[in-house]
């Protein structure tokens, strides 16, 4: 079983202050443009980096159709900011349960454990490896918001590399995928994709919110019995 894990609000709480600290730092870069005032107020949670910035440069008067001309500079300017502001410690931001959870999920030859995150690839894994929890995600596999814009493209993205690293070339198939998020998004994303979908309420968003999921959980630390309960 792939297992298909969103990072902010699923495996790290309130741990992405730096992380829109350097969107907003590579939009201006790339720019040449002011943080615009109101840039905290545009909708974060389960959108992609792409997306985020988008919606950022039309605030300081940007339009969308330049973010597209210059995006892989964004893409490398945003992963260099992270990088210069990165904590060096973010284990205090795990969620509740998420350290001990991968590390039994990660000795067990049934589960494959991945990515789905709008954060950009590198940023991603800066981020996790802060936080001590790199190890069980293998470079180079996982949908990232430095791959596409629209969360709903990443499951089959991750799918993709998930089949050339473990799968004979062939890609992951979904009935055999969960992904595992905070967020409406994440449950989209992956109904679009015909994947399996387990919600955790340890983001922004309650149980009732998230009741469109197979599975709802307070918390990861049920996570093994739910996935038991999808096999």
């Known amino acids: 079983m792939l297992l298909l894990f969103d990072i902010d609000g699923t495996l790290l709480i309130k741990g992405a202050d730096a992380h829109a600290a350097a969107v907003v730092a590579a939009l201006c870069e790339v720019w040449e443009v002011e ?13 992609t980096d792409q997306a985020i910035a988008r919606d950022i440069l039309e605030l300081a008067g940007v339009p969308a159709e330049q973010f597209e001309a210059r995006r892989d500079d964004f893409i490398v300017a945003a992963a260099s ?8 410690n973010l284990s205090d931001r795990l969620a509740p349960h998420a350290a001990e959870v991968l590390a039994q999920l990660s000795e067990q030859t049934r589960y494959r454990c991945s990515l789905v995150t709008g954060n950009i690839q590198q940023v991603a894994r800066l981020k996790l490896g802060a936080a001590g929890i790199l190890y069980p995600f293998a470079e180079g596999q996982g949908g990232f918001g430095s791959d596409s814009d629209d969360r709903n493209d990443l499951p089959p993205i991750a799918r993709m ?5 473990w799968n004979g070339g062939d890609a992951w198939p979904a009935e055999g995928t969960v992904v595992i998020g905070d967020t409406p998004r994440d449950i989209a994303c992956a109904r679009a994709d015909g994947a399996l979908v387990v919600a955790v309420a340890t983001g922004p968003f309650s149980a009732d919110q998230l009741s469109d999921a197979d599975v709802v959980l307070e918390d990861l630390r049920e996570l093994d019995v739910a996935l038991d309960s999808l096999s």
């Open 81 to 88: 900011h992270y990088e210069r502001l990165v904590p060096d």
């Open 35 to 47: 943080p615009p005032q109101r840039a905290h107020g545009v909708e974060a949670a389960g959108r």
């Open 161 to 165: 590399r998930a089949g050339q690293l």
